[in-house]
């Protein structure tokens, strides 16, 4: 199995990884075969990589979060979001109930994959979708600062509903409007609700609401801040891997994100996804296949040779390194 780029080098290859819509249905199934028409299709509804099947099993697909699951969490936090929509006011059992399942099931292995298989094709849902996301790459970095499982629940919770308030309003007060839909269920804490208030805050002060700066800025709405831009990033319309949205934060630097918290986010996800094909500094095409743990630019790769499969610990061997994505 091979992680490729949507574009003429996908043609006539098999789909290894159904593809769903976001309420659910399969959009594109396993084993069906890519061609120039369904390639524009996929890519109109915000895919720009599938797995295919080119026989080699040394790559196996794991999810942060797999796909039933996230189906069933868009579904309930859907759910979540059109009764504060009617009532003005966050019911805390089901949100409780969408994380507490998110914390049980999470594949935190470094091996584990954000993969975006679920097509944009229904706006309503496309929010629910966003904030799972955010909420997925929160609570891994929670496990990575060995926060408590009740303090990594707070996370998840405030995570879940950083955008909360674009029930009420699409602008920038979607921020202050979120914290007060928040704050009027007790059951909040104080910690949660500020999270929701200062996720666009920057480490310089030039955010909003409050421009909060450094220290003033809670622990939490930096993590949230920093997985919310990375998804949105990823989320754009310019065909972005992991490696170039981690580039893309990097260039925003200690200006937005706090360097601890981009520490922890850059040692938590991994931006070169097993089954990529890489080209390396030797001049090798080779896939990669492993992740090794706390180093996200070193993966194991793997290569042929004489028709032999060779592999390389880039730990192992320093000298060699990722020069680019083969596309």
Do not use: W
């Not at 915000?46 to 797999?66: K, S």
């Not at 979120?178 to 910690?191: E, I, M, P, Q």
């Not at 896939?287 to 880039?314: C, G, H, S």
Request: charge should be negative; proline fraction near 3%; hydrophobic fraction near 35%.
């Amino acid at each position: 199995m091979r992680l490729v780029i949507l574009n003429e080098k996908a043609m006539d290859k098999e789909l290894a990884v159904p593809i769903y819509t976001q309420s659910g249905m399969i959009y594109l199934n396993k084993g069906a075969k890519i061609n120039e028409r369904n390639i524009e299709q996929i890519k109109k509804i915000g895919i720009n990589t599938v797995y295919i099947d080119d026989g080699i099993n040394d790559v196996t697909l794991q999810e942060i979060y797999d796909a039933p699951l996230r189906l069933k969490a868009i579904k309930e936090l859907k759910n979540v979001f059109d009764e504060c929509k009617r009532k003005k006011y966050v019911p805390e059992q089901p949100v409780i109930k969408i994380v507490e399942e998110i914390i049980e099931n999470i594949n935190i292995s470094e091996n584990a994959y954000l993969y975006n298989n679920l097509a944009k094709n229904d706006e309503d849902l496309e929010l629910c979708t966003h904030s799972l996301n955010v909420a997925l790459l929160s609570i891994i970095i929670g496990y990575k600062k060995k926060y408590s499982q009740d303090k990594i629940l707070k996370l998840g919770i405030g995570a879940i509903l950083h955008d909360i308030g674009k029930m009420v309003s699409n602008g920038e007060d979607h921020t202050i409007e979120g914290y007060k839909l928040v704050k009027s269920n007790n059951y909040f804490s104080a910690t949660l609700c500020t999270c929701i208030r200062s996720h666009h805050e920057n480490e310089d002060g030039s955010g909003y609401p409050e421009k909060l700066k450094g220290d003033k800025i809670y622990e939490f709405a930096k993590i949230v801040s920093i997985c919310n831009e990375y998804i949105n990033i990823l989320e754009s319309d310019d065909s972005i891997l992991p490696h170039h949205a981690i580039e893309v934060l990097a260039a925003m630097g200690q200006q937005r994100f706090s360097n601890d918290i981009y520490k922890d986010f850059v040692g938590s996800i991994y931006c070169y996804p097993n089954g990529l094909t890489v080209k390396l500094s030797n001049g090798l095409e080779a896939m990669v296949i492993k992740q090794n743990i706390n180093m996200p630019t070193r993966p194991i790769v793997a290569f042929k040779e004489n028709d032999n499969i060779k592999y390389i610990d880039l730990v192992n061997n320093l000298t060699i390194f990722i020069e680019e994505v083969v596309y």
